[in-house]
C-alpha cells in the first residue's frame, strides 16, 4: 500500500482542484458585475487540510488554480480583481517566501486599487526571503509611488541595499533620494514597468504589465500637454477640454486596462478602481 501513497496523495490533490475550480463555476452568476462577489476562496486552514497539512503545496494548487480560473479581459475590466486579491493574500499566509505569489501580487494588484494589500503580501515575502532584495524593492516604491511614504520606502530601499550585490549602489541611491525628493515620479513608474515586461517568463502577465505601461504613457502624455498649454496662455489648466480648445491635443489617450484618467486639484491622475476584500 505504501507504494501507492504518492500515487494517491496526487490524485487527491488534482481532485481538490477540480472539484473547487466546479464549485466556483457553478457558483458564478450570469450578471458579470457580481462575479467578484461569488469567486470561492477558501480558508487557509482548510486548504491545508485537505492538501494533507502541506501549506507549501496548497499554496501552489491554489495560484494554479488562480492562474487558470482568470482572463486578461476580465481582469482589465476589474471584473475579478477581488478574487486575485484573496487568492494571492491566501496563498502568502499559506507560504510568505512564494515567488510568483508576491512578484504578480506586486505588478497586478498594486496597480488595480490594491496597493496597501499588495504591501502586505510583499512585507511578509520580506521576512521570508531574507536573502532575496526585490520583495523590499518593490515593497519601497510602493511606498513612495502610492502612498508618498518617503521614510518607509528609505527603509526598504535600505533593506535591499544590503541584500543585493549587483544593485547595492542603485538601491542606496533610491534610499537617500526617496527622502531628499520625498515624490512620486510617473517617468520611474514607467521605467519600472519596462523592467517587470521584459523579465515577465509568463504571456497572461506580460499583456497586462504591457497595458499598464500604456496607461502611464497616456498619463505622462496628459500631464506635458497641459505643461505645454499653461507655458502657452500662462495660466493654469482647469478643464481638460480647453487642451482641446487650445489645438495642444486632437483627442485624449485611451486607458487600455479601461479605468482611465481624471483630472482632479488642476492635474490628471490616474484613475484607481476601489474594491473591499
Known amino acids: 500500500m505504501a507504494k501507492y501513497t504518492p500515487l494517491l496523495l496526487a490524485l487527491g490533490c488534482f481532485f ?8 466556483e463555476k457553478r ?53 475579478d480583481a477581488r478574487f486575485r486579491l484573496r487568492a494571492y493574500k491566501l496563498v502568502s499566509e499559506m507560504n510568505p517566501c512564494h515567488e510568483d505569489s508576491y512578484y504578480q501580487a506586486n505588478a497586478l494588484l498594486a496597480w488595480e486599487g490594491g496597493a496597501a494589500d ?4 510583499l512585507t511578509r515575502a520580506t521576512k521570508c526571503r531574507f536573502w532575496d532584495e526585490f520583495p523590499p524593492f ?61 523579465k515577465s517568463r509568463d504571456p497572461a502577465l506580460r499583456k497586462m504589465l504591457e497595458k ?3 496607461r502611464i504613457e497616456g498619463l505622462l502624455f496628459l500631464r506635458d500637454a497641459q505643461k505645454q498649454y499653461e507655458q502657452k496662455f500662462k495660466s493654469g489648466l482647469t478643464s481638460p477640454e480647453q487642451l482641446i480648445f487650445a489645438g495642444i491635443v486632437s483627442s485624449f489617450p485611451s486607458d487600455p486596462t479601461g479605468v482611465g484618467y481624471e483630472f482632479l486639484n488642476g492635474k490628471f491622475q490616474l484613475k484607481t478602481p476601489q474594491y473591499s476584500q
Not at 49 to 62: M, Q, R, T, Y
Request: hydrophobic residues 50%.
Open 16 to 23: 481538490i482542484f477540480v472539484f473547487t475550480s466546479i464549485l
Open 27 to 79: 457558483q458564478q452568476p450570469h450578471k458579470a458585475e457580481n462575479i467578484v462577489l461569488e469567486r470561492v476562496v477558501l480558508s487557509p486552514v482548510l486548504q491545508i487540510l485537505l492538501n494533507g497539512g502541506d501549506p507549501f503545496l496548497a499554496a501552489n494548487l491554489e495560484l494554479m488554480r488562480v492562474s487558470s480560473t482568470w482572463s486578461g479581459d476580465m481582469a482589465a475590466a476589474g471584473v
Open 118 to 121: 499588495a504591501n502586505t503580501i
Open 138 to 198: 518593490f515593497l519601497g516604491f510602493n511606498r513612495l509611488y502610492f502612498f508618498d511614504d518617503s521614510i518607509g520606502a528609505s527603509k526598504a530601499f535600505r533593506q535591499a541595499a544590503n541584500r543585493s550585490i549587483g544593485n547595492k549602489s542603485v538601491f542606496k541611491r533610491l534610499a537617500i533620494m526617496s527622502i531628499v525628493e520625498s515624490a512620486r515620479s510617473e517617468a520611474d513608474a514607467l521605467s519600472m514597468l519596462k523592467k517587470e515586461v521584459e
Open 212 to 214: 499598464r505601461v500604456a
